[in-house]
């Protein structure tokens, strides 16, 4: 294990963007983290708002036309090495709200996740389950970790 | 408008926030325009997350579309569902069995307080204190087991269906013991918390006088729910609500209307939460939990009004042939934006966020107006 990755390892920064949900993921990803109950701060992985400090970044939410922007630019803003781990059924494939209707996809809507940024990782669930997300996280770190 | 030169007001500086900011949880644009550190004006936007749901509502069967109201927002999602469901049943005449009446109230108020809760952490967040951050986190972790272990799921948890509640929702013995060893748990811990808060010098100083709005100006914005309450107006609609009427439950009001007033409203609405729920599980009537004998027909534009943890939630649709149409949803922080931007002004621009958070802002039920264009 290189100096980096060793140092890498001990601070992996969380950044949590929101892209049209409906605020059932976010809270339970900061729940995830931040709650004594399963404190994910423990095992040194910390929550962030700022993508220049950001190791990973989390979205969730089908993503909107006007947040399409935005989430390219916060994924522009992370530096390298970096992972995305997309949380929730609307950011795997839109949810509800994309296409409810089975055949006139939303107008809205400019999503999925993977359809804008590249993804690393997929947790499912409506809404994701905190152990659930862990796991996801958990997946993600190789591509951090083993990165030159 | 006047344009003589001395009228003008310049405004030294403009801060705009958002949409995407780390100070703020959710996306919405704030402008603050500041004049030496002070704000003189805010302005607050949003519609970044919209995402159309009364549109995709419209046309959808009525069960359909009472699951998808769940959707809208993940902290309420039970109101919304239960308001949804509320409303068909007023405009069909269904009549809804006791005992579903009790587990919709029971629900209602388990959201109630995991809502305060959350508000609380995130308040104490913004203010800057983690540690009670996290030990309110900690706290609404026994409200979330209850939920999970009632309604199947941790945030998606709706128990109400047209004519009763879902059978998962369902109180036995065993969930009634949880219930109510859960409230005696959560009355100890919230308590010990509320004690903490009050005594804590440092809070109190930070939050007293910050903030500030007055009776006069939560009346004119048209404020709503603990927003409203905190400054004074005793103006909660679960009094008029006949679901309420069995249940003794005090209206808390207080006066100042500043950020510690409305803390304090949601610690203080806590144990009345709890209490509500204790009497609803002691005299929980026996019955069925669903009433199915019912017949669709075609409606006129039905509304109907409940309160939910940030105030007056309006649900209206009309049916046709078992489907809505014209839907409008109308959540309260829509009517708590303008009080929103009325407490950032004539504060220090470091309060600015303090103030939007003390309304108790929810921008993912708010973000949904839409303009039905008539072909």
């Known amino acids: 294990m290189s100096l980096k990755s060793y140092s890498r390892g001990r601070a992996v920064h969380v950044m949590l963007v929101y892209t049209g949900g409906c605020n059932g993921c976010d809270i339970e990803i900061v729940n995830c983290i931040l709650s004594p109950k399963f404190d994910a701060e423990q095992y040194k992985v910390f929550l962030t708002w700022n993508p220049r400090e950001a190791d990973v970044l989390v979205v969730t939410g089908p993503v909107t036309k006007q947040n399409e922007q935005p989430l390219r630019e916060i994924y522009k803003a992370i530096p390298e090495p970096k992972a995305v781990v997309a949380a929730g059924a609307c950011a795997l494939m839109g949810g509800v709200y994309k296409n409810c209707h089975g055949d006139i996809p939303s107008e809205e809507i400019a999503g999925p996740v993977d359809q804008i940024i590249p993804v690393d990782a997929k947790v499912p669930g409506c809404a994701v389950r905190p152990q659930d997300l862990v796991a996801g996280l958990v997946s993600a770190l190789p591509l951090l970790l083993n990165a030159e | 408008m006047d344009d003589k030169k001395e009228n003008r007001t310049v405004i030294e500086a403009e801060v705009p926030m958002g949409t995407v900011h780390p100070a703020a949880l959710e996306p919405y644009r704030l402008r603050l325009f500041v004049e030496d550190e002070i704000v003189r004006d805010a302005e607050m936007t949003v519609g970044v997350n919209h995402r159309g749901v009364e549109r995709i509502m419209e046309g959808l069967p009525v069960e359909k579309a009472n699951s998808l109201t769940e959707k809208i927002c993940g902290i309420c999602s039970n109101s919304h569902i239960w308001n949804s469901c509320r409303t068909a049943e007023i405009a069909l005449g269904i009549e809804v069995p006791e005992r ?32 009670f951050s996290m030990r309110l986190f900690y706290i609404r972790e026994t409200v979330m087991d209850l939920l999970g272990t009632i309604g199947g799921n941790r945030v998606q948890y709706g128990s109400a269906v047209l004519g009763g509640v879902r059978p998962r929702c369902e109180l036995d013995d065993n969930r009634i013991k949880q219930i109510t060893d859960g409230m005696d748990l959560l009355e100890e811990k919230t308590t010990a918390f509320a004690d903490r808060f009050v005594s804590d010098p440092m809070v109190i100083s930070r939050i007293t006088g910050v903030g500030v ?159 039905i264009i008539k072909l």
Request: charged residues 25%; aromatic residues 6%; glycine residues 6%.
């Open chain 2, 100 to 131: 579903a009446k009790y587990i919709r109230i029971i629900m209602e108020e388990l959201e109630r307080l995991h809502s305060h809760l959350l508000y609380l952490a995130h308040g104490s967040e913004v203010l800057g204190h983690e540690t």
């Open chain 2, 213 to 371: 709005i007055s009776q006069k100006d939560a009346i004119r914005l048209a404020c709503t729910g603990p927003t409203l309450r905190a400054t004074g107006v005793a103006q909660d609609l679960r009094r008029e609500m006949p679901e309420y009427d069995p249940f003794e439950f005090d209206v808390i009001t207080q006066d100042d209307g500043d950020v510690k007033s409305q803390l304090l409203m949601r610690v203080l609405e806590i144990p009345e939460a709890i209490k509500i729920i204790r009497q609803a599980v002691r005299d929980l009537p026996d019955g069925p939990i669903t009433n199915r004998s019912w017949e669709m027909q075609d409606t006129p534009i039905t509304k109907s009004y409940i309160e939910v943890p940030r105030g007056t939630l309006y649900h209206s649709y009309a049916l046709e042939d078992g489907r809505v149409r014209n839907c409008v949803i109308r959540t309260p922080s829509m009517a708590n934006i303008g009080a929103m931007q009325h407490a950032c002004i004539g504060h220090h621009i470091t309060d600015a966020q303090l103030s939007v958070v003390q309304c108790d802002p929810c921008f993912t039920c708010t973000d949904r107006a839409i303009e």
